[in-house]
């Protein structure tokens, strides 16, 4: 057993970090450091570097742009782009559907869509949540009929993210309404230009414009959408949300909050507080626990044979999540009376800030944050994976 | 020792809900914060009618002669439908400094609704320290900056904190109208603003020496907020138990899944907790030594704000995706009962403050 990066894998690294140091626009990275939000341009704008660089979709096969790394050194690459930090490459094209593409999709498919996800010239969302079917998702009600050459969808999803940028969207629909409720759903994809669709926002506590409602009326979808084979969707799904693993702890970007708030509360003078600097080492501790169950995850990954989705990652799941939102606790105390004003995110660049400029955003980041432990899977279900899948009970 | 409320007091609690329940809808409250005062001047002479905008004032003032329980009844209802008025700033800070100190005409005017009022104490370096004040007070007129003044904006007088030529922190009443003010919306969808005094000329002396009153009435304000914060919460705690009972996952109501069952089951114990120290908060406000007071206070807000934090996380968690967006009633109380942990200093700054000052039991 040796903990440590290998020489090989600390040049790396140190090729990953300046990579990120010299690149990463200088607004994206204000914004990001500051919490608040990027805009379409700011993320479509870092895909096409990464792409330029060949870094877009590291995790994909050699052929389709991917690069054969090691699981350390994928490890190391998301890392350092949250440390950086660097804007997350839309994990919707990227991390989901890029993959169910390239294991399940064929040829043609993989042709068409593949480069121009890499390149971020279709953006994608995920429409697989329903109002009735979030954690027991399989109970989804979207039909798709077929008819001919086509599927003629209708039906509602909801809390898709950033769906009002969204060129296209995967959907997971019933085209099998007799069958048990796992084996009647196909994956389709949708070109959210067909008519019949809306898109209608859902504004979030804090204020923010990230989730919407996608209601489908009568959408006419070429039967060459269809990924894989026809109600076999729910495998592809599956195969989906187990993708994941090492990503959801987002040990880096806690790591980059916490540099934050421990600058921020040096400047009002908190960090001269012990009660407040043993609750940052606290949080600190879980983290650097959480970063070595990360890496023994990681390194696990050489001798898994099977591509079943590992019940550990359920682990990271939840305390990644609980971190970040101790972090935003963090934060939120460092504000002090300053989070309370209330700033909209669009608003108010040109006026001159309430109390410290970067007071702003902190309380709501907090209130957003809480998302983080209910979507992906919430953190019951992740526990419900764990007392199944790892205990046994 | 009785826990029970005096028939006037229930009748007051009756009625104060009646109200509520009646003109507080949460799509009225919605539209009430929408207003560009952010609140309902329509509400206030409701309340002024039923007599709660003179609550702590003696008859002879205008007003009924209640005392912390009246306010704790009120202010839990308030709590409970999220209202947005400045009930805190006008009747309980300034009223409460208004009613000890010279000033007593103006005090049938807050009683009628026709005087508004804001505390303008904290500053932009103060944090939660009380005795932080850099404004000064020089030959009648005040300079300085005051930060998140709760309903600054909308206030016809202040009563300001200001430092006079012998290092004393006193209280002043100015015209609002004399100062520059820039009103906003605060998190939690109430108001705040951030004031600026230039030489502002000072209409009357309250207190040369204020330190023990600002405390005192910071001290009551904290009952007060500390009763809100419970009416929030028990109103979130029952909102979370009802979509349990009706959301269905996997078939069944997700209230059936015992995980569920037993943080809906600790939301209750925490929000029981926070009731039993906002009473506590409430019998210790009006305590004369003011060493024990603050204690009590002090382990008050410590209970409330984590209770109040805890409340409001697992609220949004229980309820998945929907607790997550502005158009449900639940994001609102979470926000707000955040917000109330943060007023005045979160739980741990208190839990810091009791601790020093020796804690609570011998
Ligand atoms: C900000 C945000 C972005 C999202 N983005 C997307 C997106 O882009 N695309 C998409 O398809 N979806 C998205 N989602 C949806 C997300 O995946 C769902 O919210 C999540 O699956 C939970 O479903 P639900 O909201 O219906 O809650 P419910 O499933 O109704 O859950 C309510 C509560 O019950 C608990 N619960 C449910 N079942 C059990 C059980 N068996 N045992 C114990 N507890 C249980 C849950 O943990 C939760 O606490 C997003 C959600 C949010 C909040």
């Known amino acids: 057993m040796d903990l440590r990066f290998t020489p090989e894998e600390i040049a790396f690294r140190d090729e990953v970090r300046a990579f990120f140091r010299d690149n990463v626009p200088a607004k994206t990275r204000e914004k990001l450091i500051a919490g608040r939000p990027l805009d379409k341009d700011d993320i479509v704008t870092w895909q096409r570097i990464l792409n330029k660089r060949g870094w877009a979709v590291p995790n994909w096969p050699v052929e389709w ?71 027991d998702l399989a109970s989804l009600k979207t039909r798709a009929e077929r008819k001919g050459d ?40 949708i070109d959210m230009k067909t008519p019949g669709i809306t898109v209608r926002p859902i504004v979030t506590i804090d204020g923010g414009r990230e989730v919407n409602e996608v209601f489908f009326d009568d959408v006419e979808v070429p039967v060459e959408n269809l990924v894989g084979e026809e109600n076999k969707g729910w495998t592809y799904a599956k195969f989906l949300l187990g993708n994941e693993r090492t990503g959801i702890a987002r040990v880096g970007l806690s790591k980059q909050r916490l540099r934050r708030v421990k600058a921020l509360a040096r400047e009002v003078g908190l960090m001269d507080d012990p009660r407040f600097r043993e609750k940052v080492a606290a949080v600190e ?101 764990i007392a199944k899948a790892i205990l046994g009970l | ?77 308030f709590g409970r439908a ?49 005795d932080h004040v850099e404004t000064q007070v020089e030959n009648g007129r005040v300079t300085g900056e005051k930060a998140v003044v709760l309903h600054g904006d909308s206030a016809e007088k202040l009563v300001v904190s200001a430092r006079d030529g012998k290092g004393r922190i006193g209280l002043y009443l100015v015209d609002a109208g004399a100062t520059a003010r820039r009103g906003y919306p605060t998190q939690d969808g109430q ?31 904290i009952a007060a907020l500390a009763a809100e914060a419970v009416g929030a919460m028990t109103a979130l705690q029952e909102l979370t138990v009802d979509y349990l009972k009706t959301r269905k ?47 009590a206070i002090a382990a008050a807000k410590v209970q409330v704000g984590r209770s109040a934090r805890f409340v409001g996380q697992q609220a949004i968690q229980l309820h998945g995706g929907i607790g997550m967006t502005a158009e449900y009633k639940g994001g609102h109380y979470f926000k707000r009962l955040t917000m109330i942990d943060q007023m005045f200093g979160p739980a741990d700054h208190h839990l810091e403050r009791l601790a020093e000052a020796g804690g609570l039991f011998d």
């Open chain 2, 249 to 295: 996952q996997f078939g069944v109501p997700i209230g059936t899944f015992q995980a569920l069952q037993h943080r809906a089951v600790d939301m209750l114990v925490a929000t029981e907790q926070a009731r039993s120290m906002a009473m506590f908060a409430t019998m210790m406000a009006g305590e004369e030594d003011a060493a024990e007071r603050r204690k």
């Open chain 1, 150 to 189: 086509r599927y003629i969808v209708n039906g509602q999803k909801t809390w898709t993210t950033l769906a009002q940028y969204a060129d296209w969207i995967f959907c997971l629909c019933r085209t099998d309404p007799a069958a048990k409720k796992q084996e009647g759903i196909s994956f389709l994809l």
């Open chain 1, 65 to 135: 742009g991917g690069q054969n790394w090691s699981p350390v050194q994928r490890y190391i690459f998301d890392e350092e782009m949250q440390l950086a930090p660097a804007p997350q490459p839309l994990p919707f094209g990227v991390s989901m559907v890029g993959p169910v593409i390239i294991a399940f999709g064929n040829e043609q498919q993989k042709k068409r869509f593949l480069p121009r996800i890499a390149n971020l010239d279709d953006w994608w969302c995920q429409g697989f949540s329903e109002p009735g079917a979030g954690s």
């Open chain 1, 285 to 385: 501790v879980e983290l650097k626990a959480l970063e070595m169950t990360q890496l023994r995850v990681v390194a696990a990954e050489r001798h898994r044979k099977d591509k079943k989705p590992d019940p550990f990652s359920s682990i990271l799941k939840i305390k990644g999540s609980e971190i970040q939102q101790a972090t935003t606790e963090l934060a939120l105390e460092v504000a002090g009376p300053y989070a309370m004003p209330y700033v909209p995110p669009q608003e108010g660049r040109n006026e001159p800030p309430i109390g410290p400029e970067w007071a702003a955003p902190l309380a709501p980041t907090y209130f957003n944050w809480r998302k983080v432990s209910i979507y992906g899977g919430s953190n019951e279900i992740q526990r419900n994976i």
């Open chain 2, 1 to 77: 020792m009785d826990f029970d409320l005096t028939e006037e007091q229930r009748l007051l609690k009756e009625s104060v809900e009646r109200l509520l329940a009646d003109r507080y809808a949460f799509e009225q409250r919605q539209a009430y914060q929408k207003s560009p005062e952010g609140w309902s001047r329509e509400l206030w002479r409701a309340y002024a009618e039923l007599g709660l905008l003179g609550l702590p004032f003696a008859e002879e003032e205008g007003g009924v002669g209640g005392g912390p329980v009246e306010t704790m009844i009120v202010m839990e209802a």
């Open chain 2, 191 to 221: 108001r705040a603003a951030e004031i600026r005094l230039d030489g502002t000329p000072v209409e009357a002396v309250l207190a040369e020496d204020g330190m023990p009153l600002i405390e005192r009435v910071v001290d009551e304000a």
């Open chain 2, 82 to 130: 999220l209202a947005l008025e400045p009930y805190l700033s006008t009747v309980v800070l300034c009223g409460g400094i208004l009613r000890r100190t010279g000033q007593k005409e103006l005090l049938p005017r807050i009683a009628d609704g026709s005087l508004l009022l804001a505390f303008a104490h904290g500053e932009p370096r103060s944090r939660w320290r009380l």
